[in-house]
């Protein structure tokens, strides 16, 4: 898993440094590559299309400007993520805006043409991400989801990693607790733990 | 299954590396010893299946369409746009730093100007004592030196029958620089008698006047 991030990191890194030579190929490779991911963990903050779209742009507008200042301090992926957190806040912020609160809101969706497993899970999800607040939505994203450590989630949010960490905990007592009631299961000894 | 002793120390052990298992960073040893766990403990074993079920649920793709050739597209013209992002910073910056240096200039200017009119007041004051040297002596001064018999009645007397008034003195040798009033010029009859009045030692012009 690691060496495999490894090499994606090593890919990247050489992305960057033909962005910073002026390459737009490069620049295109590493917008598909990460407009996925990027477009999955905005929609934890906010659910409208647009607005995502806007916010990945600001976030590879800021890259393909400072391609040669990044001193590989982090994973590029750490970074183009921290970036476009913060691109996010900031445009949600302009607007007047916050994190969606009630994540039920399904405004912006497109249809779904997704199996019935895989809408069911989506589902499944969206009610659970509905008991957590948007920051702990970011971090269960960026753990479970983009497979960050800590210390990555704390460089992504420029939060500490002890608040990182306590957000981690009680997104998953939250989900502990709601999970197998949405997922029609009694919650076994949910109680132990807490 | 596991008992209620190991549970206690072993369940919050399982709780805090499951993330990293999962995501297949935490050391082979954990894995191992979790999956061991997982094996003996039910609670622990549900829990594992459902942050799975949350891993493999986080791993779809977005649920807002959000199209990638349109979002490359805007992009790049943004990228060939004449840089509207960054000029209205630069402008507004620009225009901040000027008003900045105004300010600046203006309180500048302001300081120089209560300096000047303060070291200009001490320069030259609004009074002066008749013990301080005169700085200029003006026109049709005379200077008289009564001698040490005249009295201060006398000496009044004497500057309202001529019309007189004393503008400085006395000096070292106790003479007083008088004036005609109304009239910067001096006659040679008012110095002649001045001469001849009673204890007055000397009575001569200042500088060019007769």
């Known amino acids: 898993m690691t060496e495999a991030r490894d090499e994606v990191d090593s890919r990247d890194r050489l992305l960057l440094k033909r962005m910073a030579a002026g390459d737009r190929v490069a620049l295109e490779t590493l917008y ?76 912006g969706r497109g249809p779904s043409h997704d199996p019935d497993e895989d809408r069911q899970l989506r589902d499944w999800l969206g009610k659970a991400l509905e008991h957590l607040s948007a920051d702990q939505r970011v971090v269960i994203e960026l753990v479970y989801g983009v497979g960050n450590s800590l210390e990555e989630v704390a460089t992504i949010t420029q939060a500490p990693v002890g608040t990182v960490k306590a957000r981690l905990f009680h997104a998953r007592v939250k989900l502990r607790n709601v999970l197998p009631v949405l997922a029609g299961e009694l919650p076994a000894q949910r109680e132990k733990l807490s | 299954m596991i008992n209620e002793t190991n549970a ?11 993330p990293w298992v999962l995501q297949a960073t935490a050391p082979p040893e954990q894995g191992e010893w979790l999956m061991h766990h997982l094996a003996q403990c039910e609670a622990c074993s549900t829990e594992f299946a459902q942050q799975s079920r949350l891993r493999s649920a986080l791993a779809l793709p977005a649920d807002v369409a959000v199209d990638v050739n349109a979002g490359l597209k805007h992009l790049f013209e943004r990228l060939d746009a004449p840089e509207p992002e960054t000029l209205p910073d630069r402008l507004h910056s620009g225009s901040r730093l000027t008003r900045a240096l105004a300010v600046a200039v203006l309180v500048q200017a302001i300081g ?48 309202h029958d001529f019309d007189l008034r004393v503008v400085d003195g006395p000096n070292a040798v106790g003479a007083y620089t008088v004036v005609v009033k109304g009239s910067p010029a001096t006659s040679a009859r008012l110095l002649q008698e001045l001469r001849a009045s009673r204890n007055i030692r000397l009575a001569e012009p200042v500088g060019n006047a007769p």
């Not at chain 1, 607007?95 to 969606?100: A, C, E, F, L, T």
């Not at chain 2, 005169?134 to 201060?152: F, H, K, N, Q, Y």
Request: aromatic letters at 10%; glycine letters at 8%; a positive charge.
């Open chain 2, 112 to 159: 120089i100007g209560v300096l000047g009119a303060r070291l200009w007041s001490e320069q030259t004051p609004q009074y002066r004592t008749l013990s301080q040297p005169a700085l200029l002596e003006p026109a049709g001064a005379i200077r008289v030196a009564p001698d040490a018999s005249m009295t201060l009645a006398n000496w009044d007397k004497l500057l």
């Open chain 1, 32 to 107: 598909r590559a990460y407009h996925g991911g990027l477009a999955r963990f905005l929609s934890r903050l906010t659910r409208r299309a647009d607005l995502i779209e806007e916010i990945i742009n600001d976030c590879f507008w800021i890259a393909w400007r400072k391609a040669d200042g990044f001193h590989g301090d982090s994973r590029v992926s750490t970074w183009l993520m921290g970036i476009a957190y913060r691109c996010g806040l900031k445009a949600l912020r302009q607007r007047g805006d916050q994190p969606v609160d009630d994540y039920a809101l399904r405004e």
């Open chain 2, 8 to 18: 206690g120390k072993d369940c919050p052990r399982a709780w805090e590396i499951m």
